[in-house]
């Protein structure tokens, strides 16, 4: 579960990295919104203080302030504009609700997105639930909406903890939207560069091809680890076209935690206990893990998932935990050596000199309606530590915090893990088109849990 690092990301430029104008164009295909939720004590405070609270501190927030405008004609990618004053980006959902409602009504959100081209996020409140873990009272719930686009899990982090703590907040220039000239001129100026920026693309993929190479002679030699192998399709592997369902175990996080394992191998070996049973007996499974990449100037994200094996066929726990765990450290050092890092360095200077339209037209001919062949992964887990338990909301302590990986075209099962403090929540995200039965899965991974627990003491 790695920590928050978002220091080398440079907020400030106006023109989208290409990577985030792909997860712009890409969220029309595949909806992939993040929802970061943090469940606080209820307090004592009036609840339409808090909401101007927290407007005034989104005004302070850079992620918060920023919407996406395209360029005309798309000779440009698409830039980050100033969202003017915002007073509907906040939703209070003040009827009672149980737990489990909560979690309902944030799942039934998955199906509206936010519109980045007028605001990249949207916050709602539950301040009326009953029966959350962590406590006896009644909780005040906060999810954060956020566009991939504007932030990955580690940026989306530290914006989540900006707005809902207490914490001094720097002050931020005022932003204008520029004047439609100088848009017009910024337009015009990407299609005088064009042939430019073509011959750079060129030489960019001359270098691109010789790291690649270079990556491909280590691999074959054994100084670089292989990449992990594709899996088969299985029932989870599946369009997610009925009802998306989310469950959330809390947990202490002296539960995950033990010599031999770190809490994403700890959670991986249940994971693979839990699908062993609820598929019966499957011959191999990975997940996708997604692992921080180092930050690519003005990039808003800086991640990839790379393909675990879960070892399913292994019988005694202990020994499928140290399998799982040499796997993951394979795979994260294949994705951190240094020739790898140079191929995806080169990759990313090409794609940086693709003219806008052109990656948009690229990103367009995806079909999300194709069945792939094979998986890097039946399932995701996105496991990020997101800090130390000193928020506060509505003048209660946050008990526990949660997310949920979104769903995809070939996959309707994902697992989320995010620890603040000392608690940790392992997250389900399902689709009954994979997981007809939410419930009956859930108590699969929590019976896991308590089963690798018992065998890694």
Known sequence: MPSVRVDSIRLGSTRLHPADARAYWMASKIPSDQFLLYCFDRGSADMATEVRRLYQRCDRIDVLRRRITETPLGLDYPRWTATGSQNDAITVHREPRTWQQCLDAVATSFGHQV????????????????????????????????????ADGALATQTARDLLGSHPLPSVPVLTKPPALLESASATLAAATLPLRVAQMVRGGIRARRDALSLQRGTDSGSIPPPAHSRALTALDVAPTGRTSIRAIV?????LQSDSATITTFV??????????????????????????????????????????????????????????????????????????????????????????????????????????????????????????????????VRFTAGFPALSPAMSLTHGVHGIGETVTVSITSNSAAVPDPDLYEALLRDALAEVRAALA
């Open 115 to 150: 519109d980045p081209r007028v605001s990249v996020w949207h916050l709602h409140l539950y301040p009326n639930v009953a029966a959350a873990p962590g406590g006896s009272g009644p909780a005040l719930v906060a999810v954060l909406q956020l566009s991939h686009a504007a």
């Open 251 to 255: 947990l202490p996080k002296a539960d």
């Open 268 to 397: 991986l070996t249940s994971i693979s206990v839990a699908l062993q049973r609820f598929l019966h007996n499957p011959p191999d499974l990975a997940a996708e893990v997604t692992l921080a990449r180092t930050a690519r100037a003005d990039a808003r994200n800086n991640f990839g998932n790379v393909g675990v094996g879960l070892f399913p066929a292994e019988p005694d726990i202990a020994t499928r935990s140290r399998l799982v765990s040499a796997e993951l450290a394979t795979r994260r050092a294949r994705a951190n050596h240094p020739l790898s890092e140079a191929a995806r360095a080169s990759q990313d200077d090409v794609e940086a000199h693709v003219p806008a339209f052109l990656a948009e037209w690229g990103v367009a001919q995806f079909d999300p309606t194709a069945v792939p062949s094979t998986v890097t992964g039946n399932t995701v887990v996105s496991s990020v530590s997101r800090g130390a338990a000193d928020l506060t909301l509505g003048g209660g302590s």
